[in-house]
């Protein structure tokens, strides 16, 4: 039995960057003697099972065949006599095929190394066209080592614009793709993610109602920014959408399965970010976000809509804010209980309490105004 360090730890140790997981693969051996050892399996589709005091993943060496469509359409061999490189070649790229020995010895024989030096993403073998998903994560790499000036090799990109001009991309399911979409937009550069699926084809296919708005540089400058100043996932996806119509972001996300949280703050986004510079003093609008985003019983909706201010808007951000934030603690601050005890009732309660915020309001943002002269 021969254990060999292998994947991203290595080829993140090679390019210095930190490792923070460690994957490994077991030669020579079965299920049973790894169990024995006292590691425990993970999984049922594939021989993957936890060290018993490390908890890292160790998997036997295995090949894989294509028998049908989808993410569980391959039929999985981890027989003793399953090589290194065998196991190796069917990885995705070449970066991703390098094995580490136990005295330090690297192993690589698709020339992993070569093409980490020259920052080619390259994939390994015509395998690769057999899951799509490979795709997805071919663009995610670009976003990740973008700032290494990594590229994808023609041919890969090639493959990939086959592979996506295929019936089999749509086997994939909404909730990989969306994982795959996730990580790329935490990524320093997750605009080389969409760029990347746009040349492939992958875009079209999954997200086309983003293609006529991918080159908008209004949105990619404002994803660009979301990634430079570390904004959170929320806001990063939400940047990326904010002009589409809602019709198509209804779409999509649904498509997606984008979760809850993440999907609210992009369509708020694409209802109201664009029209803050035009209505940001205007009292009717003001209370109309703040009713819209239910900022009386649930402020932390507009508290991640308003993440996006220096962001999409990085000279006058600071101003829009300023205003909207001294207009909402201004409305809050009327109480409903004076009115009711002045006798109104029913719908007139809401009619008076609308009144009085909206007189607030008036007075905080000709303050802000005042101010900012």
């Not at 254990?3 to 079965?30: E, F, I, K, Q």
């Not at 009717?284 to 900022?295: I, K, M, V, Y």
């Not at 804010?321 to 001294?326: C, E, F, G, R, S």
Request: overall charge neutral; some cysteine.
């Amino acid at each position: 039995m021969q254990v060999y360090l292998v994947g991203g730890a290595v080829r993140d140790s090679l390019l210095n960057r930190p490792v923070t997981d460690r994957d490994w693969v077991v030669v020579g051996a079965t299920a049973e003697q790894l169990i024995a050892k006292g590691y425990t399996q993970v999984g049922k589709d594939f021989p993957v099972f936890l060290h018993p005091k490390t908890q890292e993943e160790y998997a036997l060496a295995r090949t894989e065949r294509k028998t049908g469509s989808g993410y569980g359409g391959f039929t999985c061999n981890a027989s003793p006599d399953v090589s290194l490189e065998e196991d190796l070649q069917r990885r995705d790229l070449t970066i991703n095929a390098m094995a580490r020995h136990s005295d330090g010895t690297l192993i690589d024989p698709f020339n992993g190394y070569a093409d980490l030096n020259n920052r080619v993403l390259r994939h390994v073998s015509d395998a690769f066209s057999e899951d799509p998903l490979r795709i997805f994560r071919v663009a995610r790499f670009a976003a990740r080592y973008a700032y290494l000036n990594f590229y994808v090799a023609p041919e890969t990109l090639a493959l990939m614009q086959r592979m996506s001009a295929s019936q089999d991309i749509f086997a994939l399911s909404a909730e990989r793709v969306w994982q795959e979409t996730r990580r790329s937009l935490m990524e320093s550069s997750p605009q080389v993610y969409f760029d990347i699926l746009q040349q492939s084809g992958a875009l079209a296919a999954w997200m086309p109602e983003l293609t006529p708005y991918i080159k908008n540089s209004a949105l990619i400058h404002s994803l660009q920014r979301a990634a430079e100043t570390n904004q959170t996932l929320v806001t990063r996806w939400a940047s990326l959408l904010f002009l589409l119509p809602q019709s198509q972001l209804e779409v999509l996300q649904t498509r997606l399965k984008v979760p809850n949280q993440i999907a609210d703050t992009a369509r708020l986004a694409a209802g109201l970010i664009g029209e803050i510079p035009l209505h940001y003093l205007s009292n009717e609008w003001l209370l109309n976000l703040f009713d819209t985003c239910d900022a009386w019983r649930r402020p932390e909706r507009l508290e991640r809509l308003l993440a996006l201010l220096p962001v999409v808007y990085s000279d006058n951000s600071k101003q829009y804010l300023n205003t909207i934030q001294a207009a909402l603690a201004a409305a809050r601050a009327v109480d409903v209980q004076p009115i009711i005890n002045a006798g109104y009732k029913g719908p007139l309660i809401r009619t008076q309490l609308r009144q009085q915020r909206l007189e607030q309001i008036a007075q905080a943002s000709s303050l802000a105004r005042a101010s900012q002269k």
